[in-house]
């Protein structure tokens, strides 16, 4: 098979036997430095590809994404914009909402809250109803005064289905002679659910009119209607809708931006201190090649009087040095992509487990491959590798024949 002469003696140049020990040496350890830092690279930021989409699923699939509201915080006649604000591009669903904060209050405990008043028919939060253990929505009719409350809150409260509790709301407070106070009512626990997350920490739900009840609205209103997004994390993207001058808009950034913002940054961090073990092997590329380079001078010498150009001679030392990139970003990808997908299982046999669900027992890994982050990293390491290859192909375009082949 023919050969382009710079890929021939690239490629001999690898599996040379001739070679100081030495650059053999550095060269197969920065080899091993690619693959390494290419596994460590696409394993680790799988798996953070996987937490950063649970922590997506279990809080942004559970509080409300958008919430289209007003000044006053209560909306009437809203039935026709559920139609108009429907049609918004990348809307995934809309419905109607009572929020507010709340204490809710046990014979063990104390605990501050927010609430959602919802429709159980209408209710979108696909995350909540596949995660409600005990009870069900169908629970939550109106003038009913039940509520579903998650696991952790639960426990804080010491309560369990059928207990009462009793929900405090300065939202719907009333002016009298004894000064303002605040509205109450006994609920009773109808359901529970897990979906492990802070929510499980901090909502409730309750039927829409009867969290209208328990802030003294009217029953025809609402303080919001809340939006769900196809892509929640497409929020920067999103067209808001028009709004008239009365009516507010408030996204989950407002409540949750920081939490995903810190762990964008810390996956960031990561990566980039992984990448450092791909930059040190490139630097022992580049060692490797100058070493391979003295180590051939007399042979270099040779070609050039031979009439070899010096753009050959650098293609020739190029494809050498990159070799070790190539090689060892293809192996590390495939070892990569193989550790990640049986990473619980190679976790289950070395019987170390390290994730603990929200009731204390054991979860697998959450593992997402980014088809496009994983051919970065594979062709970023081979670019490194390339460049630094640059230098001593450059030197070795520079050898004078006649000096180097004068003691031989």
């Not at 609920?187 to 969290?211: C, H, P, Q, R, W």
């Not at 051939?296 to 753009?311: D, F, P, V």
């Not at 190029?318 to 293809?330: E, F």
């Not at 496009?372 to 050898?399: D, E, H, K, V, W």
Request: hydrophobic share 45%.
């Amino acid at each position: 098979m023919f050969y382009p002469l710079s890929l021939y003696i690239g490629l001999r140049y690898t599996k040379s036997k001739h070679n100081s020990k030495f650059a053999s040496f550095v060269s197969l350890f920065s080899t091993a430095g690619i693959i390494v830092g290419v596994m460590a690279l696409i394993t680790v930021l799988s798996v953070m590809n996987g937490f950063q989409h649970e922590l997506k699923t279990r809080i942004l699939g559970a509080v409300p994404q958008v919430v289209i509201s007003n000044k006053l915080g209560v909306m009437s006649h809203w039935q026709h914009k559920i139609k108009r604000f429907r049609q918004v591009k990348d809307v995934k669903a809309i419905e109607p909402l009572v929020t507010g904060q709340a204490i809710v209050q046990s014979k063990s405990g104390l605990q501050s809250v927010n609430f959602e008043g919802i429709s159980p028919k209408n209710y979108n939060s696909n995350i909540i109803k596949d995660n409600i253990y005990v009870g069900s929505l169908k629970s939550l009719f109106s003038h009913s005064y039940h509520i579903i409350i998650g696991r952790s809150l639960a426990q804080t409260l010491s309560v369990h289905v059928g207990d009462k509790i009793r929900v405090t709301s300065t939202k719907g407070s009333r002016y009298t002679p004894f000064g303002v106070i605040p509205s109450q009512r006994n609920f009773t626990v109808s359901g529970i659910f897990n979906v492990g997350s802070e929510v499980d920490k901090y909502l409730i739900l309750m039927n829409i009119e009867d969290a209208g009840r328990l802030i003294r609205i009217q029953k025809n209103q609402i303080t919001g209607l809340r939006i769900y997004l196809n892509d929640a994390f497409d929020i920067q993207n999103w067209k808001r809708p028009a709004l008239s001058e009365d009516q507010t808009i408030v996204d989950w950034r407002s409540t949750h931006g920081e939490l995903f913002a810190a762990v964008r940054m810390e996956k960031n961090m990561i990566g980039l201190l992984l990448s450092l073990i791909v930059i040190v092997a490139s630097f022992n590329i580049l060692s490797s090649c100058v070493l391979v380079v003295n180590d051939k001078n007399s042979q270099i010498a040779i070609l050039k009087t031979l009439g070899i150009t010096r753009r050959t001679i650098n293609l020739i030392f190029m494809i050498q040095g990159a070799w070790s990139g190539i090689l060892g970003s293809i192996v590390g990808t495939v070892i990569g992509l193989t550790l990640s997908y049986y990473i619980n299982q190679i976790l289950s046999f070395l019987k170390f487990n390290l994730v603990l669900n929200a009731s204390g027992g054991l979860r697998t890994l959450p593992v997402i491959f980014e088809p496009m982050q994983i051919i970065g990293i594979m062709f970023g390491a081979m670019l490194l590798s390339l460049l630094a290859t640059l230098y001593p192909a450059y030197r070795s375009a520079t050898i004078c024949p006649v000096e180097a082949l004068r003691y031989e």
